[in-house]
């Protein structure tokens, strides 16, 4: 073993620590269309004073760190493009502690949606949180770090606006405490009425610090859940019908998907439309809100309710739900990735019309799924597409729609979600250049080695 691969194993134990072919191999990739590159060390903590020493030691030596969860985001985001050192959060999967009234949970930095989800439902059925469509091994932590979104965005924003309280292992190795937790035992606001301080970390993919507990908001888990589905053949029309499901306040979740295949979704665009009741009486009530919204659109035979059959209800209702990934698989190679930007819900119709555009052009299998954020403030587009790994001109057409997709989206007022290191680049580019100062400062202050996640953040 390397002196460095003796140091870490002297942290963590041998047993958590390799630079074998075989980790390198999977660590060097995530699910989407990036290029491979290898790390020269994967490591496995238990501990947030593992992690210090990690970073103390990566600080001293200069070597690169990468934080990961499952590894999901897609674009890249975990890929360590640098080599170095990749911290697999997995073991730091414990739930700390549920405060039920005041509706919040403390998790450890790994822990996945999937366990949270499962916990709340046996120990605390009336409480849930806002669970992502990605696979269940997906992490709260990584999926705040990207600004996610989960099924009660369209009530209460990104994933990440529902953080209460960070613990942060910053790159000099210092813990810090970001919130209500840095003064109080508890952990119920991460800024307010202190300055916000979560910002310094947030969205900036582990480019500033690793995320060693979360807190997250909890929500009331109402005993019924139900979904509807209102087709429209006019693109133009959905912003409209969209205003008018928002307006009601009645809605859980509100997800758009149209797509060339099977051919009954053909040239439609279905908004399906999530709510949620403690009785039959409270759901009929919020149905007859939506259908009363939406009365105008049926009269005017610009749309209608498609009657849900009741063998489809379970795999609608689904949490996380798993048609997504069945998507990603429809090519039989498993290669699925989409670019999400967050873009407004008026730009809904060309959005729908450029991904079959880009279908097309590049004969490629494509699916649009939009998902609405904080009662219509805006959305998260996506256009997705799924490949077929086995074949490499299937996997440049769909990088190039891809690229494609990038520029479309800044010309029409969009921002990059879980932007890749291109996209990135593309952002920062364009960014006032106050705003790129201000980025720059922060990250030569928090990180002057660059040490944390290179590549990304990279602001010059
Ligand atoms: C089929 C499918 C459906 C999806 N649907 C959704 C969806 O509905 N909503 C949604 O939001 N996303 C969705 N995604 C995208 C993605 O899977 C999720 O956002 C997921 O939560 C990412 O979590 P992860 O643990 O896989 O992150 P990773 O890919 O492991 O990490 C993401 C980023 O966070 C950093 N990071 C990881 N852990 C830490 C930490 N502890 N501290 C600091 N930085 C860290 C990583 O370095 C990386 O930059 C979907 C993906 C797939 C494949």
């Known amino acids: 073993m390397s002196d460095i691969s003796l140091s870490l194993a002297e942290i963590v134990g041998e047993n958590y620590v390799s630079n074998e072919e075989e980790e390198a191999y999977f660590y060097a990739r995530d699910p989407g269309l990036m ?24 600080n001293k030596e200069k070597i690169p760190i990468v934080p990961i969860g499952a590894g999901m985001a897609l674009t890249g985001l975990s890929i360590p493009l640098k080599g ?40 605390y059925p009336r409480l849930r949180h806002s669970v992502p469509d990605s696979p269940a091994t997906a992490t709260i932590a990584a999926n705040v770090m990207i600004h996610g979104q989960g099924r009660l965005t369209q009530q209460y924003g990104f994933n990440s606006d529902m953080v209460t309280g960070l613990e942060i292992v910053l790159p000099s190795g210092e813990i810090c405490k970001i919130g209500s937790c840095s003064i109080s035992p508890e952990w119920f606001s991460k800024g ?22 979360v807190a997250i908001k909890l929500y009331p888990g109402k005993k019924m859940r139900d979904v509807e589905i209102f087709i429209t053949d006019k693109e133009g029309l959905v912003p409209d019908i969209i205003y008018e499901i928002t307006h009601t306040e009645m809605v859980e979740d509100i997800n758009i998907f149209a797509q060339p295949l099977p051919l009954i979704f053909k040239d439609n665009h279905h908004i399906t439309i999530f709510i949620t009741g403690d009785t039959d009486e409270e759901l009929e ?8 919204a939406l009365d105008g659109f049926i009269k005017s035979k ?56 880009l279908g097309s052009k590049y004969d490629l299998a494509y699916s649009a799924m939009a998902r609405i954020i904080g009662r219509g403030h805006c959305m998260m587009f996506g256009f997705a597409f799924t490949f077929n790994r086995a074949d490499p001109d299937m996997m440049d057409r769909v990088r190039k729609a891809l690229h494609e997709v990038s520029d479309y989206a800044l010309s029409v007022g969009g921002v990059f979600w879980k932007a890749t290191v291109d ?17 720059h400062m922060i990250k030569n202050n928090l990180d002057p080695n660059g040490i944390m996640n290179p590549g990304n953040w990279e602001v010059t």
């Open 35 to 58: 290029p491979a590159h290898k790390p020269d060390y994967v490591i496995v903590p238990k501990t947030a004073e593992e992690i210090q020493k990690i970073v103390r030691l990566a």
């Open 84 to 123: 170095g050192i990749v911290i697999d959060m997995k073991r730091m999967n414990k739930i700390i502690q549920v405060n039920e009234k005041a509706r919040y949970v403390i998790v450890e930095g790994g822990t996945s949606h999937g366990v949270l989800k499962a916990y709340l439902e046996k120990n």
């Open 192 to 213: 307010a009425p202190l300055p916000d301080l979560s910002g310094l970390f947030l969205g900036w993919f582990g480019a500033t610090g690793i995320i060693t507990k």
């Open 285 to 292: 009530f919020k149905r007859k809100m939506i259908w009363d």
């Open 302 to 357: 610009d749309g209608g309710f498609m009657s849900v059959p009741p063998v489809m209800k379970p795999t609608l209702l689904d949490m996380p739900q798993k048609s997504v990934s069945r998507f990603a698989d429809v090519k039989k190679g498993g290669g699925f990735e989409y670019s999400g930007p967050i873009i407004l819900v008026e730009r809904y119709p060309e959005c729908s019309r450029k991904v079959m555009e």
């Open 423 to 439: 996209e990135q680049r593309l952002a920062i580019k364009r960014m006032d250049p106050n705003t790129r100062n201000l980025m």
